[in-house]
T-cell receptor, first 118, second 115 residues
Framework: AQKITQTQPGMFVQEKEAVTLDCTYD???????LFWYKQPSSGEMIFLIY??????QNATEGRYSLNFQKARKSANLVISASQLGDSAMYFC???????????????FGQGTILTVHP | SAVISQKPSRDICQRGTSLTIQCQVD?????MFWYRQQPGQSLTLIAT?????????ESGFVIDKFPISRPNLTFSTLTVSNMSPEDSSIYLC????????????FGQGTRLTVV
């Protein structure tokens, strides 16, 4: 079974500062992928960044980077130069590549509400 | 990246009625997924819909309550049947376009309120 844990129910950051959102995971799959999503109040799920378990380098997408520490089973999202529009719920999710019923579906953490102050 | 159109975007329904949510993708995809997000909660997978076969439901979800159709590789529907206020949630469809699992996109979501 796969499990995602986000221990920060809420985070606050000043505009233009960097913020780290924590995510730890547990899986028995030998190969897996980790995703981060942003969910604004409208409810849509916006894909931010992906990290494969065998990727040698940490993923980056613009202001988003993923601090992947495989031995610690953590995949923290770092948002640099925060903007007011970054205020939203953020979800960490995992997908296993192993066969069987777990293939393809995402397992989500509980989410972290990020508030960016001006 | 796949463009996913989901409708309706929101609805208010009477208890005991049913609502069908549509998910249209601009390209052919192998797997489509339906998730539910109850108020203040995370996303939970309802079922996986593959073209040409019956949907696979997760524990706690049954076909009579959430019938799913997948008539082709670009379209799927989820019906929420015999609704009660506990069904008030955001329902989202997602697709897997890349077999390497590097992408997973969602529709805009359907915000359902049952009164």
């Amino acid at each position: 079974a796969q499990k995602i844990t986000q221990t920060q129910p809420g985070m606050f950051v000043q505009e233009k500062e960097a913020v780290t959102l924590d995510c730890t995971y547990d899986t028995s799959d030998p190969s897996y992928g980790l995703f981060w999503y942003k969910q604004p109040s409208s409810g849509e799920m916006i894909f931010l960044i992906y990290q494969g378990s065998y990727d040698q380098q940490n993923a980056t997408e613009g202001r988003y980077s993923l601090n992947f520490q495989k031995a610690r089973k953590s995949a923290n999202l770092v948002i640099s130069a925060s903007q007011l529009g970054d205020s939203a719920m953020y979800f960490c999710a995992m997908r296993g590549r192993a066969g069987g019923t777990s293939y393809g579906k995402l397992t989500f953490g509980q989410g972290t509400i990020l508030t960016v102050h001006p | 990246s796949a463009v996913i159109s989901q409708k309706p975007s929101r609805d208010i329904c009477q208890r005991g009625t049913s609502l069908t949510i549509q998910c249209q993708v601009d390209s052919q995809v192998t797997m489509m997924f339906w998730y539910r997000q109850q108020p203040g909660q995370s996303l939970t997978l309802i079922a996986t819909a593959n073209q040409g076969s019956e949907a696979t439901y997760e524990s706690g979800f049954v076909i009579d309550k959430f019938p799913i159709s997948r008539p082709n590789l670009t379209f799927s529907t989820l019906t929420v049947s015999n609704m009660s206020p506990e069904d008030s949630s955001i329902y989202l469809c997602s697709v897997e376009q890349d077999r390497l699992n590097t992408e997973a996109f969602f529709g805009q979501g359907t915000r359902l309120t049952v009164v």
